[in-house]
């Protein structure tokens, strides 16, 4: 191996950054020349990539985004588009590519792999719906964002006796939700994987206020059934009956800018080295990841076939703690 490529793909997560920073150096180390692909599949697609040299990653490792730029690009999925950025790879003697992104990136890497090609996956996406790794990048600085949001909503709900409602991110995967309800110490948390009616939790904050708390947060997932619109309407419409006031407050992409924390940039920074090192003992088709502590190697094959399901004891845990 000679040449390699790096490219980013899907929403952008903290800490990608700093794992372009460590495929860029620890491939240079091998004596490979490292290209930086812009614009995530599309840049691979129309050949917009240029070589990195350590320089080119220096003082990168503390920024949120990717310095790479994402994109969607919906052409890749088609297996002429594939084709396509195979040509550019080929025609630049590249001869291994690090898709660092989330769970539709690695189904692209996968179905590049798939045709031959020389990939290894990084897990990062800000969801932590990525299985092959128990934490992908991003995750625990958008969590700690969150939760944020949660401790400076508490002050204020606490002051004037309202409910607040706080959206979080997580597309179909409730991780962010819970994980953050848990630590800022919410009264409810709403994620997908366990369906609960809008009178339930009305219920549940009303029985709250009853036994003295004088604030009541409610964590909802964006993927869940009732999600800030949905309950935001139930609550309205049901004013009367409920018996307090509601404040919602979607957080959406301020989730995702945030300066990496120490946690991200080091897991990026470990999985960014070990993609670079499974390339050259000639291990490829692979995500990897964090698992038990260790960086471990999952094909992609296996990747894309399984849903990451969310530690469901958590919830009971959480459900334990709001006393
Ligand atoms: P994420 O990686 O954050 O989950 P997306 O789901 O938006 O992000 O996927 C990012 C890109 O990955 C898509 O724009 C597309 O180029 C590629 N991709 C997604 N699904 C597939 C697929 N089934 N086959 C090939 N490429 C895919």
Redesign the pocket.
Known sequence: MKNIAVLT???DAPGMNAAIRAVVRTGIAKGWDVYGVQH???GLMSGDMRQLGQRDVGGIIQQGGTILGS???????TEEG?RKALRQLQSRGIDGLVVI????????SN?LSQMGFPVVGIAS?I?NDLYGSEMTIGVDTALNIALEAIDRLKITASSHQRAFLLEVMGRDCGYIALMSGIAGGAEFMVIPEVEVKPETIANEIREAYRRGKKHAIIVVAEGAKYNAEALIQYFKQHSEVVGFELRATILGHIQRGGMPGAFDRILATRLGAAATAALARGEHGVLVGLNKGQITTTPLSEVVKHKKQIDLSLVELARELDR
């Open positions: 793909s899907g929403g995530g599949y599309a994109a969607r690009a919906p052409e890749f999925k594939r992104g989330g769970n539709g990136s690695q189904t692209g179905a996406t969801d």
